[in-house]
């Protein structure tokens, strides 16, 4: 059978500069090449720095390198995954205090929520407009969107390197 290849991008809102080295280890032992990152002051928060990293693997690596990134303190990170023939497209966001909230993606990089989940808050819900609210608020990831905001927002200028659909 043959493998499915996807890309993605790294985005590493926030690291202590003495981490830097660690991040890319960890990367690259997931990628099974090594890579640098372009290493730049983060202006949301003094004393950090932020990279962006375009890769590509097979489907299936962007949970992978979340898994090698997670935990870590200090360090806020948002991993994306273009989808396949084969495989959903996804977002991987984590920081310090929330950890690691994954939500599958389609081809604009809009958020799915699975209509069980969506059934789940109607249901517990039960007829609260703002339970609602807070259950899919839960299902969109909110809370770490509020928090990576600032720095998303900080990355604005960073360079793109490519925007590339796979399929």
């Known amino acids: 059978m043959r493998t499915q290849h996807t890309r993605g991008v790294i985005f590493i809102h926030s690291v202590p500069p003495a981490v830097q080295p660690h991040v890319e280890w960890a990367v690259s032992s997931v990628l099974g090449y090594e890579v640098h990152f372009d290493w730049t002051a983060q202006p949301a928060l003094a004393g950090m720095n932020r990279a962006e990293f375009a890769w590509m693997a097979e489907a299936g690596t962007g949970a992978v390198i979340t898994s090698a990134l997670a935990g870590w303190e200090h360090v806020r990170f948002e ?12 977002r991987w966001s984590c920081t310090p205090d929330l950890g690691v909230f994954y939500a599958q993606t389609d081809l604009a990089g809009n958020i799915v929520v699975p209509e069980n989940r969506i059934r ?6 039960h007829g609260d407009l703002e339970e609602m609210k807070r259950f899919l608020d839960l299902a969109l990831g909110q809370a770490w969107d509020e928090e990576l905001e600032a720095f998303r927002y900080a990355g604005a200028g960073a360079p793109v ?6 399929g």
Do not use: D, I, N
Request: proline share 4%; net charge negative; glycine share 8%.
């Open 79 to 90: 991993v994306t995954e273009e989808s396949t023939p084969t495989s959903e497209g996804g």
């Open 120 to 125: 789940s808050a109607v249901e517990q819900s």
């Open 161 to 166: 390197r490519w925007l590339h659909r796979v």
